[in-house]
């Protein structure tokens, strides 16, 4: 059973250009999750996903900021005209959602740089 | 809405001593509740759950973390420190209904002492 698999792991990206991060989510879970973490805080909720739908998005979440799930598996977060506020790392996560609860669990990040 | 707290940004201990990390949440529906813990330039990875149930709970590498309601607290504990526990610990809270997404504290780094 593999985990969640983000890439890429890191980007360094000159400020203005579009950048676009992975996740392949554990096989079979119908719930993706994207956060945002800076250094020193907890991860930050930026959108989530049943399935192939993307049902609420952070108010963190810019119009430059775009993710989608097409196929209800792998996620793409696209961040485009980047900004040095953009810099962070970028979590993604997937559940299974069932009555009794679900566990998050946690892809190991896209670091992104800004420059 | 839902948010957590976590007195102290570091905790030291040394090794083999008692560590305790506090937790305080603040929800309007009744909480799962979890500790999730991050080594350096890694994801995060799940220590224990709350959901229902026994308010004791016990997770990987001997932590445990005890829910009280009526404190609003989920702290974590552990006998006795390693040096391998050196890590950011998160305390996080979800609704149990709806989507269920996390909402962490900001976290408490754990030094630990030879």
């Known amino acids: 059973d593999t985990g969640v698999s983000q890439n890429p792991r890191h980007k360094i990206t000159k400020r203005g250009q579009n950048v676009t991060f992975r996740c392949d989510p554990i096989?079979?879970?119908?719930?993706l999750y994207w956060y945002r973490q800076t250094l020193g805080q907890g991860p930050e909720f930026l959108t989530y996903?049943?399935?192939?739908?993307?049902?609420?998005k952070s108010r963190l979440l810019s119009d430059r900021f775009s993710a989608e799930r097409p196929k209800g598996s792998f996620s793409t977060l696209e961040i485009q005209r980047t900004e040095q506020g953009d810099s962070a790392m970028y979590l993604c996560?997937?559940?299974?959602?069932?009555?009794?609860?679900?566990?998050?669990?946690f892809g190991e990040g896209s670091w992104l740089t800004v420059v | 809405a839902q948010s957590v707290t976590q007195l102290g940004s570091h905790v030291s201990v040394s090794e083999g001593a008692l560590v305790l990390l506090r937790c305080n949440y603040s929800?309007?529906?009744?909480?799962?509740l979890f500790w999730y813990v991050q080594y350096p330039n890694q994801g995060l990875q799940l220590l224990l759950k709350?959901?229902?149930?026994?308010?004791l709970v016990k997770g990987i590498n001997g932590f445990e973390a005890e829910f009280k309601k009526s404190e609003t607290s989920f702290h974590l504990t552990k006998p006795s420190a390693h040096m391998s526990d050196a890590a950011e610990y998160f305390c996080?809270?979800?609704?149990?209904?709806?989507?269920?997404?996390?909402?962490f504290g900001s976290g408490t780094r754990l030094q630990v002492q030879p």
């Open positions: 996560a997937s559940s299974f959602e069932s009555q009794g609860g679900n566990t998050i669990y």
């Open positions: 096989s079979e879970h119908n719930r």
């Open positions: 996903f049943q399935n192939e739908a993307q049902l609420e």
């Open positions: 929800s309007s529906v009744p909480p799962y």
């Open positions: 709350y959901t229902t149930g026994a308010t």
């Open positions: 996080a809270v979800s609704p149990d209904t709806g989507r269920r997404a996390l909402t």
